[in-house]
């Protein structure tokens, strides 16, 4: 049965453009859903800031999302995902989805070894580690705070990169066999990464979170294959700025409204 | 004459630990005066951000510092400084001392062609090419997004800051003459600056800043040789992260208030 509120669009936020990635799996994914995606563009970004705050963040985030009427928020944002997900879940008055446990669950297939790469506060957290834990798996984690701003200056096919990752990756464990990509921006590096640790499969959590996304929202009869696909922008930050830093990374985005932090 | 508002502290800001360098040298050449330290760290970074944005941090953060009180604003942000300092210097009811001028004047003492590195935001302003335009120097200059996060992980002396500050000065004239370090994290590069630009004159902005602000304060009646050389921190993050910040780059907080984005 279809709910009376599978018209509604679907919201997703992230701290900056990095959840375009997300955006973009879950309008391949669910052809016809309308979004709303909030970049929280004036205190992007989440990555090197403190559990507690990114938590108000994502508290603040979500009401404005609800009071613009969405059926569901996706958190296209690992940093978000780690610190503030249960606690979102469990509280607000549609279904909430990660980025964390489609990635996790991704990895889990993959037999052997398990690595995570992540802001700052992601890999403190210790979210990651607690849920691969839990399934008996082996991790080995690591921050990687400059991949970020590298992929923001579009320096991820450059010589540059090939050092930076491969200085944060020179201590990853030989028997790795699977590396969860744990932040919306690093999915950029990839061709990178690959190069600095063969054989090793990149698990991009984009892909997974749509797939994940999209049978759930079938599950609560809250699909809308017929909507208009219609994506409407809102950010704390500047718009212009937004598009430009949105197109660099391969994103058009049209319709952008500026929102101020004291409406949070 | 001494103004009745000599013994009201000082208020410096910064987008967040960065201006810590500003007040070092201020407190170096100010033995007594007291201080205001304001981090942004919630919003920090300012030197992605488009202007008129900074322009507005820059206005809340001014304002919540005449409301507690100071006799003269210090702007220890380069980027705030290249963006909002006219304004605010015509605006404010106290004296309002950024750290652009003070390092063109700088820069201007050495003959030859001078360079400029900072944040995208400081590069594309062009406040300091024009200044230093005006005074018919041929500047080169280049946006380092990179140093800021580099700096904060503390790999200043790593080889990886030797790799990226070389990607970022490949290009540089090979007649430079100075070089001015437009970010308050760039003075922590020095060394590593000077290894691959040998012979150019580096020119960190805290200390001619400093000088200019105690001559400024001296020659309005505003000095006070005798208070106690107390300083307060307000920082919109997490007070506890901001001191493990602080304490990387050198820095005691002791005393440190959070203040909400609401109240400003």
Redesign the interface.
């Known amino acids: 049965m279809t709910s009376p509120d599978a018209t509604l669009p679907i919201g997703v936020f992230d701290s900056g453009v990095g959840g375009l990635t997300v955006l973009r799996a879950l309008r391949a994914a669910l052809p016809g859903e309308d979004f709303l995606y909030f970049g929280d563009?004036?205190?992007v970004p989440y990555g090197?800031?403190?559990p507690?705050?990114v938590r108000q963040f994502a508290w603040e985030i979500s009401g404005f999302l609800l009071r613009k009427g969405v059926k569901a928020i996706v958190v296209a944002c690992n940093t978000a995902s780690s610190v503030a997900l249960p606690d979102l879940a469990a509280s607000l008055s549609v279904p909430v989805y990660g980025v964390l446990e489609p990635a996790v669950a991704a990895a889990l297939r993959v037999e052997g070894r398990v690595g995570l790469i992540g802001t700052e506060t992601t890999v403190q957290s210790g979210a990651y580690q607690a849920r691969l834990a839990r399934a008996g798996r082996a991790v080995w984690a690591r921050p990687c705070?400059?991949f970020?701003?590298?992929v923001?200056?579009g320096l991820w096919e450059?010589?540059?990169a090939r050092?930076?990752v491969a200085?944060y990756l020179k201590d990853a464990p030989k028997d790795l066999s699977a590396l969860i990509l744990g932040c919306t921006h690093y999915p950029y590096l990839k061709p990178v990464i690959a190069e600095v640790l063969p054989g090793v499969q990149l698990i991009d959590s984009a892909e997974v979170t749509a797939r994940v996304v999209a049978e759930g929202l079938e599950a609560r009869g809250l699909r809308n294959p017929e909507g208009a696909g219609r994506v409407v922008h809102f950010v704390t930050?500047?718009p212009?700025?937004y598009r430009v830093l949105a197109n660099r990374l391969g994103e058009a985005a049209g319709e952008v409204h500026k929102v101020e932090?004291?409406e949070l």
Chains 1, 2 share one sequence.
Do not use: C, F, I, Y
């Open positions: 563009t004036a205190r090197s800031k403190p507690a705050l705070p400059l970020v701003p590298l923001e200056e450059d010589g540059v050092l930076v200085h930050g500047d212009g700025t932090l004291g």
